[in-house]
Structure formats: C-alpha cells, structure tokens
Nanobody, 122 residues
Framework: EASVVESGGGLVQAGGSLRLSCTASGFTFDDYAMAWFRQPPGKEREAVAV???????RYADSVKGRFTISRDNAKNTLYLQMDSLKHEDTAMYYC????????????????WGQGTQVTVSS
C-alpha cells in the first residue's frame, strides 16, 4: 500500500534551521509531484512548497528565500530545508503526493502523511 511518512520535526530557536524528510513507499515516486503543507494551531492547512515533475517548484510567499524543497529519487525521499526559521513557521507539517499536479497546491493529493511538528521559539 502507498504511504508517505514525515520526519525531522522538532523544537528550534528563531533563526535556526531544520530539515524535514518525507519517505515514500508503495508507488512510483518518480511519477509523482510532491508537496509540503503546514497547519498552524487554530488555522487552516496551507501549501508551503510544491516540486513538480521536471523540477519546477512553487513556494508560498511567506517562505521564499528561506525554504527549499528537493527530492532524492534514489531514496524515494522528499526534503524541506528550512532556514532562518521564524515563530510564525510553527505548525504541523505534512507531506503530500499526487500523480496529477493539477490541484496539488490547493491541497488535492493522492497520499498524505501523518505530519511532523515544527515548533519555533521566539
């Protein structure tokens, strides 16, 4: 069965860095667009970054220049490098996969992970 599993979350001070990982299994990783979403406490889920097939990326304005999405197809793993973290980055971060990129930014994915918590202290 297909699944994606996030890891790498934790507590970090403002200005620090963290790298999240998302390991995929049960589907052809190379054929899927991948994305990171986050949901701050009391707020709706929002797209953070999407990595489309062919290497095209899209980032939320709030993270441009600070976050980098990448993938290692040999390891079936998606990454989110987060630098210069801010308190407002605190959220549950989710990994998503979709074999059709249309709608992924809006949250329409085939597979979703359970999330990993990122907490940034002020």
């Amino acid at each position: 069965e297909a699944s994606v599993v996030e890891s790498g979350g934790g507590l970090v001070q403002a200005g620090g860095s963290l790298r999240l990982s998302c390991t995929a299994s049960g589907f052809t990783f190379d054929d899927y667009a991948m994305a990171w979403f986050r949901q701050p406490p009391g707020k709706e889920r929002e797209a953070v970054a999407v990595l489309y097939k062919g290497g095209v990326t899209r980032y939320a304005d709030s993270v441009k220049g600070r976050f980098t999405i990448s993938r290692d197809n040999a390891k079936n793993t998606l990454y989110l490098q987060m630098d210069s973290l801010k308190h407002e980055d605190t959220a549950m971060y989710y990994c998503a996969a979709d074999d059709s990129p249309s709608g992924l930014w809006a949250g329409r994915g085939n597979y979703w992970g359970q999330g990993t918590q990122v907490t940034v202290s002020s």
